[in-house]
């Protein structure tokens, strides 16, 4: 069985992003999480929190936990919803999309990635619920 320590939870508005984006990295450092991943993990931890503000009704849930290895995050919001068939194969650009380079980022970075309508799966809930999680080397 693998241990499972929560880290951080935080509401979040774009106001506090930034305070979100250090507390993420403070977690990030404490738990080991060495450069260049620990970079390209807040970023796109970073990209999916901007994305609940922008696209899901300026505000969203985060909860940053270590699970055996990896260092999870999960986002969760109450916006439209989405699938993973949004995210560009591509980078956004070059495949003439012009949305979903955060997706992309994070999707790309990620050695684990998940997203889930309907915040957390329910029919009847709205919202989109993001995980995405690197392994702690």
């Given at each position: 069985?693998?241990?499972?320590?929560?880290?951080?939870?935080?509401?979040?508005?774009?106001?506090?992003?930034?305070?979100?984006?250090?507390?993420?990295?403070?977690?990030?450092?404490?738990?080991?999480?060495a450069e260049p991943r620990r970079g390209e993990f807040v970023?796109?931890?970073?990209?999916?929190?901007?994305?609940?503000?922008?696209?899901?009704?300026?505000?969203?849930?985060?909860?940053?936990?270590?699970?055996?290895?990896?260092?999870?995050?999960?986002?969760?919001?109450?916006?439209?919803?989405?699938?993973?068939?949004?995210?560009?194969?591509?980078?956004?650009?070059?495949?003439?999309?012009?949305?979903?380079?955060?997706?992309?980022?994070?999707r790309l970075v990620a050695d684990r990635f998940v997203v889930?309508?309907?915040?957390?799966?329910?029919?009847?809930?709205r919202g989109a619920e993001v995980t995405l999680a690197v392994?702690?080397?």
């Amino acid at each position: 069985m693998r241990s499972t320590t929560c880290l951080l939870q935080r509401r979040f508005t774009a106001r506090l992003l930034p305070q979100l984006r250090l507390l993420v990295e403070e977690c990030a450092v404490r738990e080991g999480l060495a450069e260049p991943r620990r970079g390209e993990f807040v970023l796109a931890v970073d990209e999916i929190a901007g994305n609940a503000v922008e696209h899901a009704g300026g505000s969203g849930r985060l909860v940053l936990r270590r699970i055996g290895d990896e260092l999870e995050c999960r986002i969760s919001d109450s916006g439209p919803g989405f699938s993973e068939t949004v995210i560009p194969e591509l980078l956004p650009g070059l495949d003439g999309a012009h949305h979903g380079r955060g997706l992309w980022l994070a999707r790309l970075v990620a050695d684990r990635f998940v997203v889930r309508e309907g915040n957390g799966g329910a029919p009847e809930a709205r919202g989109a619920e993001v995980t995405l999680a690197v392994r702690v080397q």
